[in-house]
């Protein structure tokens, strides 16, 4: 007592819908989790550029204050009033590692914004997905619809009358 070819087109075609529906949703669930390692990898990533950023900018801003302090020591050791020309010299130390700390932070910054970026495109990129389901949802029914067609007109080809899905009607 076996399954008749109509039934047997017919389990085929359900088993091969439902396994490229579980596939699809496990597809899914795998790149949402990826979505989510990416962008807590990505959240890490930026929380220590800004903890450098942080130390490194307290380290510059210690090393430029015990620079100036070196230049007035030195200036008062030889015996130079911290006026005129002097204050200029300390301006001008000043003011260049104050650019340098400024260019390490932007530095910093900007790759905290391309992290930052990045997170927005996984974000982005995993709204698209979750677009897209429905699309693939149809396309894999309409795509067991045709499987199911055309194995019911080979079984009618193959065996007739008795594999006509219709023959009740006529």
Known sequence: ?????????????????????AQQRQAG??????AGYQTGLLTRKAE??????RENSRRQLIE???QLA????SNAARGFANSGTQLAVFGDIGSRLDDRINQSAS?????????NE????????????KAAVPLQTAGILVGAA???YAGMKSDYNTFGDKANPFGIFG
């Open 1 to 21: 007592m076996g399954l008749d070819p109509i039934s047997l087109t017919l389990i085929s075609t359900a088993l091969s819908a439902g396994m490229g529906l």
């Open 48 to 53: 220590s550029e800004r903890d450098v950023l």
């Open 146 to 148: 045709v499987k199911q």
């Open 29 to 34: 669930q795998a790149a949402k989790a990826e």
């Open 64 to 66: 430029k204050e015990r």
């Open 70 to 73: 070196e230049v007035r020591v």
């Open 118 to 129: 990045q997170k927005r495109m996984i974000a982005f990129g995993e709204t698209q997905r």
């Open 107 to 115: 530095q910093a910054m900007g790759q905290v914004a391309s992290y």
